[in-house]
Nanobody, 127 residues
Framework: QVQLVESGGGLVQPGGSLRLSCAAS????????MGWFRQAPGKAREFVAS??????????TDSVKGRFTISRDNAKNAVTVYLQMNSLKPEDTAVYYC??????????????????WGQGTQVTVSS
C-alpha cells in the first residue's frame, strides 16, 4: 500500500523553527515531484512548497520564501522529503500535508494535481 507519512510537527514559539519529514513507502516516488501543503481551520488547503524529482528545482509560495526550505533524499531504498521552517509566525499555524505528483518536474501548485497524500501533521505557532 502506497503511503506518505509526515512527522515533526508540534508547538513552537514565534520566531522558532521546526523540520517536517515525509517518508514515502515506495521507491517509485524517487521519480515523482513532491510538495508540501497546509490547511488552517476554516480555510482551503494551500500550496507551500514543492520540489522536482532530482531535488535541484524548488518552488515556494511568496509568504514562506526566505523562511522555509524544501529538500529531498532519494536514498537507495527510501525517499524522504523535508520542510525546514524557520522564523515561524502565528499565521503559519496549520495542518501540514506531504503530497506526491507523478509529474517529476515538481512545479504544480494545485492540490488536485497530486495523486498521493499523507495524513498531515499539526504545526502550531504560539507564545
Amino acid at each position: 500500500q502506497v503511503q506518505l507519512v509526515e512527522s515533526g510537527g508540534g508547538l513552537v514559539q514565534p520566531g522558532g523553527s521546526l523540520r517536517l519529514s515525509c517518508a514515502a513507502s515506495e521507491r517509485a516516488f524517487s521519480t515523482y515531484g513532491m510538495g508540501w501543503f497546509r490547511q488552517a481551520p476554516g480555510k482551503a488547503r494551500e500550496f507551500v512548497a514543492s520540489i522536482n524529482w532530482s531535488g535541484d528545482r524548488t518552488y515556494y509560495t511568496d509568504s514562506v520564501k526566505g523562511r522555509f526550505t524544501i529538500s529531498r533524499d532519494n536514498a537507495k531504498n527510501a525517499v524522504t522529503v523535508y520542510l525546514q521552517m524557520n522564523s515561524l509566525k502565528p499565521e503559519d499555524t496549520a495542518v501540514y500535508y506531504c503530497a506526491a505528483d507523478k509529474l517529476a518536474l515538481g512545479w504544480n501548485r494545485n492540490p488536485s494535481d497530486y495523486e498521493y497524500w499523507g495524513q498531515g501533521t499539526q504545526v502550531t505557532v504560539s507564545s
